[in-house]
């Protein structure tokens, strides 16, 4: 056992989002040639580091005095950023609308519902057409009396969350050793705040945008277009644009991971070193792999990655951990679920 700096007691519930441990990863580390961290989001109350962005965007909202006492939070998410408004509202008395597409995970929209929220679920489109899950979560923030639009994909207070909260926590757990950092997008509010907050300490730390299939930042980043290859089934993360809160991300370098690649990191932590994550740590593991080699090859003494472990595995047993459900997206099925 050893001890840290994470205190043991809180005043208030809201003080349990962030100050999540940051664990070294055996194996990924064993891959890389160097020491690969990875940040528990899962550790957050609600299970996931959107936990952050929501308490950043309530306590924006409250700030800048358009939520008010009984008020209510609406917002377009994929889940996690609901699930994270819904505990937040609850400690603070807003209610709380979700509008979500109706084929993420059924864990998702239980525990919203568990949660006390109100759930609106429309089918997955692009985001040109009016019905996509952002407009219409606008859209009802616009036709509710007291209510707010979360916005998290152009509310900036989201990234402002990480510049605030978990790059210097990065910071500090690593006592300022850090060489590089990365980690996929979704709104893109984790790696460009954490990759700004990091910069500020540190301008040589290398922040990699990990993207996955079917996303366009990749192709953005690599030569200046948006453009997207392939699929991936991975939830809440896989952009197509540059929301605000990608705008002037510190992007140094980018990889493309599979959702088979993911997939076995996510295999190999739970198996080998007892994390039950969801595919998108899966992918930013090897993300940070892939970077911890490139960092090696170049010749950089014992570098040492983060990367950020998003959400509790427990989201997914009807999905990434089940092997129906596998087979049926042609995904490799765990040898132990095949039993
Ligand atoms: N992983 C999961 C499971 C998520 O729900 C999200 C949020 N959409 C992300 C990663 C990406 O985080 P961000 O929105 O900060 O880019």
């Known amino acids: 056992m050893t001890t840290n700096a994470v205190p043991l007691t809180q005043r208030s519930t809201l003080d349990l ?6 664990v070294l990863l055996k194996g990924p580390s064993e891959a890389a040639g160097c020491e ?30 358009e939520l008010q006492p009984g008020g209510t939070v609406v917002e377009g998410t994929a889940g996690n950023t609901g699930i994270g408004i819904a505990l937040v509202a609850n400690a603070l008395g807003y209610k709380t609308v979700i509008v979500m597409p109706d084929n993420q995970s059924k864990e998702k929209m239980d525990t919203l519902r568990a949660l006390g929220a109100e759930l609106v ?15 219409t979560s606008r859209r009802l923030a616009e036709e509710t009396q007291g209510a707010v639009w979360a916005n998290q994909f152009d509310n900036i207070a989201n990234r402002k969350a990480h510049i605030g909260s978990t790059a210097p ?7 300022g050793r850090i060489d590089g950092f990365t980690c996929a997008a979704g709104t893109g509010g984790t790696i460009a705040g954490t990759g700004m907050g990091l910069k500020a300490f540190d301008e040589n730390v290398v922040i990699a945008l990990t993207d996955p299939h079917g996303a366009a930042l990749y192709s953005y980043y690599a030569e200046g277009e948006l453009k997207s290859e392939g699929s991936s089934v991975a939830e809440g993360i896989g952009q197509g644009r540059i929301t605000a809160n990608l705008e002037g991300a510190p992007i140094d370098t980018q990889f493309r991971i599979s959702d088979e690649e993911g997939l076995e990191w996510v295999a190999r932590l739970l198996s080998e070193e007892g994390l039950c994550l969801g595919l998108s ?3 930013n593991v090897a993300g940070a ?12 003494p014992a570098p040492r990655i983060a990367t950020i472990l998003c959400d509790t595995g427990f989201r997914y047993l009807s999905s990434l951990y089940n ?12 040898p132990w679920l095949a039993r």
């Not at 308490?55 to 909202?61: E, F, P």
């Not at 911890?292 to 950089?300: A, D, I, Q």
Request: glycine content about 10%.
């Open 289 to 300: 792999v892939a970077l911890g080699r490139k960092l090696v090859s170049e010749g950089r």
């Open 36 to 65: 690969i961290w990875g940040k528990c989001e899962f550790a957050n109350p609600g299970a996931s580091v959107k936990d952050r962005a929501a308490l950043w965007i309530v306590r924006d909202a409250e700030a800048r005095g």
């Open 121 to 135: 679920l429309v089918p997955p489109t692009k985001f040109s057409d009016p019905n996509h899950f952002v407009h």
């Open 17 to 22: 989002i962030g100050n999540t441990p940051l």
């Open 323 to 334: 092997a129906e459900w596998l087979a049926s997206k042609n995904l490799p099925v765990f």
């Open 169 to 175: 926590e990065i910071w500090g757990q690593m006592e």
């Open 281 to 283: 740590s899966g992918i």
